[in-house]
């Protein structure tokens, strides 16, 4: 049966930049083992799709929707499709003395952040730094490799695979991530990992957005998502275990 809008699938993918057939994104581990790209923190496995949604180029998803489990297809993707055409506005200069101010040395290739931009330094010349703001594959036509592995019926199953994409924690347990939904109400209670997060608060709660906001709109029975924090006093011997652990090395050696 042929995908159709708002459904969930698992998909398998490679993104290649079509001139020079260079590996920019995968889900298979060796690909991006042999492309030079593997990242350490994510764990590599078919995504979860929420055909239709904001989680990948709208030309894709125009194709997933011709194909059925298990089919698999290439998507060339011009550049205005895409990440769109190189913008030279976008390119700025900005004085040496800017990054001597926040004792900052620039160097070429090095990502910056500006008022919520990501940029990457192009060259330092002088006093002058030129740093490039557009999207690392702006004004390059690319293509997708697509395998449509299978499709997601459970409800719950939908919302840990949207939270595995948005919430953006890689030591999240999903398997310890309880959910229940009654009544178009979605409660999400993360495993308690997500109580130690390096981000900020502001991060924490887009985060928290973004799989609300995809699971509302994708999924029929739910109207409302709640992420619900519960702490609860530990039992005698975990509370021991804990306060062995907080002893300090140098300390418990010497006992």
Do not use: C, W
């Amino acid at each position: 049966m042929p995908i159709d809008e708002n459904d969930f699938i698992k998909l398998n993918y490679t993104g290649r930049v079509k001139a020079t057939g260079d590996v920019f994104d995968t889900t298979y581990e060796e690909v991006a083992e042999e492309a030079g790209i593997k990242n350490e923190q994510k764990d590599y496995h078919p995504m979860v799709l929420a055909v239709g949604s904001t989680q990948l180029i709208a030309k894709l998803h125009d194709e997933i929707k011709k194909l059925d489990v298990g089919d698999k297809k290439t998507v060339e993707i011009p550049a205005e499709e895409a990440f769109g055409k190189r913008d030279p506005s976008l390119i700025q200069l900005i004085p040496m003395r800017e990054f001597k101010k926040q004792n900052i040395r620039p160097f070429v290739g090095m990502p910056i952040s500006l008022q919520g931009n990501t940029g990457v330094v192009r060259t330092i010349d002088g006093g002058r730094v030129r740093v490039d703001f557009n999207h690392e594959l702006a004004g390059k036509d690319i293509e997708y490799e697509i395998e449509i592995v299978d499709t997601i019926d459970d409800d719950e199953e939908k919302i840990k695979g949207l939270i595995e994409v948005y919430y953006g924690n890689p030591n999240l347990d999903l398997e310890k991530t309880e959910i229940t939904i009654e009544d178009g109400v979605a409660k999400i209670k993360l495993d308690q990992l997500a109580g130690f997060e390096q981000r900020s608060v502001q991060d924490v709660t887009l985060s928290k957005f973004r799989v609300a906001r995809e699971a509302y709109t994708n999924i029929e029975g739910v109207d409302k998502v709640q992420f619900v924090d519960e702490y609860e006093e530990p039992k005698e011997e975990e509370a021991d275990a804990e306060a062995a652990e907080d002893v300090p090395e140098k300390l418990a050696d010497e006992e």
